[in-house]
């Protein structure tokens, strides 16, 4: 019995890399007819999906933030000081509520004096701001109602502005700060920042 001879045909070994390209290049093309022909979409060669950044609050930016940061404390110390001005005299504030025939004036009057401090205090640090602008502007508003506007024109005859002009910038910007906020320095910036990183992690 004789043996293969080998030597004038060598068995044909791949080793050459645009060989094994062409081979792969084949069953590739396969591949795509066999799924085409199966109605199988191949999704091989799309891009890998990747994590959309979470855009941060505008009110988050250096300027928005400076904004508020400036406006906080200046807010503060107007309501701050109309509000110790009401619980160091508990007495004339009583009586004021009194001739408004505001139900149980001396409560009222304490409710409104501790009312503005606590937003002072709530404005200074950036803590609950979005409650603290809300109760801003429901004071002012109060005021303008059953005070400054309530009885006679606000409009009066060789006084410059008109009356309640303070009263209405409160209110405005009470309503400013419960829709934005107290911006990225803050309390409530940071707890914000803390959760959108744990949450989406940037």
Not at 9 to 25: G, K, W
Not at 56 to 78: C, E, N, Y
Not at 143 to 155: C, Q, R, S, T
Request: cysteine-free; overall charge neutral; charged content about 20%.
């Amino acid at each position: 019995m004789t043996q293969p001879e080998y030597g004038n045909e060598p068995t044909r070994i791949i080793s050459t890399a645009d060989e094994q390209a062409e081979i792969e290049r084949r069953r590739a093309e396969e591949r795509a007819a066999r799924n085409r022909s199966l109605g199988v979409v191949d999704h091989s060669n799309e891009p890998a999906a990747y994590a959309t950044p979470v855009p941060k609050p505008t009110t988050d930016k250096a300027l928005p933030s400076l904004g508020l940061f400036l406006l906080r404390p200046v807010t503060a110390a107007i309501m701050g000081i109309h509000g110790f001005q009401k619980l160091t005299d508990i007495d004339s504030t009583r009586a004021f509520f009194e001739s408004l025939n505001i139900p149980s004036p001396l409560y009222a009057a304490w409710g409104t004096g501790v009312a503005e401090v606590l937003a002072a205090v709530a404005l200074v640090f950036g803590f609950a701001t979005r409650l603290a602008g809300l109760g801003i502007a429901a004071i002012a508003i109060g005021a303008l109602a059953m005070v400054k506007w309530g009885k006679e024109n606000p409009f009066q005859s060789g006084v410059p502005g008109f009356t309640g002009e303070l009263e209405l910038l409160l209110a405005g910007v009470g309503l400013a700060l419960l829709f934005l906020g107290a911006g990225r320095w803050s309390i409530d910036g940071s707890i914000r920042a803390s959760r959108r990183r744990n949450k989406y992690g940037n």
